[in-house]
């Protein structure tokens, strides 16, 4: 399956990208975040969230059909 993968804040920074698109197999999101990870090392300092259309999910939810995902910094509102 092909995942719409999107960089914010300083995730974007240190992937030097803000969306790309990638093949992978049924799996969890705590998986993908390895895989992403592995690809850009400089992820593994950083503290994210992940959306998968537009909801936050943990780390066990299993991805298994193409949807988009999104890397969150911390943020704070008000």
């Known amino acids: 399956m092909q995942l719409n993968i999107k960089y914010f804040g300083m995730l974007a ?3 030097a990208i803000t969306e ?3 093949q992978t197999e049924v799996c969890s999101v705590s998986e993908l975040v390895e895989k992403l990870k592995n690809q850009y090392p400089k992820l593994g300092d950083k503290d ?3 959306a998968i259309n537009h909801h936050l999910v943990d780390q ?3 991805i298994n ?3 988009e ?3 969150l910094p911390p943020f704070a509102g008000g």
């Open 13 to 15: 920074e240190v992937t």
């Open 20 to 22: 790309e698109y990638i």
């Open 48 to 50: 994210f969230k992940v």
């Open 60 to 62: 066990n939810h299993i």
């Open 65 to 67: 059909t193409e949807v």
């Open 69 to 71: 995902v999104a890397l």
